[in-house]
């Protein structure tokens, strides 16, 4: 059973950083796509970025591109997202999300994963 679990939300000032951990378990993760998406009150979840365990790849969203920085670490199955530059517009709970291969939904939709973590809230204050 795939199990996913956040952590490193918190509270932070605007301009601050903050770095989200995924720890992954339950699967030989090498060829699923790992993503992080936001939700907001009342809201969808969106988008937030992607990597593929196998090559790295790694894509954004338009809002958080050149702030937000994606990346795995193989040998603990954790995935990061490390937040930078962090507007209170970002303030959100964040889930990590795993899909299950093959998958051939687009990666930014919410329904293309198979697996989420419970959340972590990050606020940011102005």
């Known amino acids: 059973q795939v199990q996913l679990v956040e952590s490193g939300g918190g509270l932070v000032q605007a301009g601050g950083s903050l770095r989200l951990s995924c720890a992954a378990s339950?699967?030989?993760?090498?060829?699923?796509?790992m993503a992080w998406f936001r939700q907001f009150p009342g809201k969808e979840r969106e988008f937030v970025a992607r990597i593929s365990w196998s090559s790295g790849s790694t894509a954004y969203a338009d809002s958080v591109k050149g702030r937000f920085t994606i990346s795995r670490d193989n040998a603990k199955n954790t995935v990061y997202l490390q937040m930078n530059s962090l507007k209170p517009e970002d303030t959100a709970v964040y889930y990590c999300?795993?899909?299950?291969?093959?998958?051939?939904?687009?990666?930014?939709?919410?329904?293309?994963?198979?697996?989420w973590g419970q959340g972590t809230q990050v606020t940011v204050s102005s």
């Open positions: 339950g699967s030989t993760f090498t060829n699923y796509t």
């Open positions: 999300a795993a899909d299950r291969p093959p998958a051939s939904i687009p990666f930014f939709l919410s329904r293309r994963y198979d697996y």
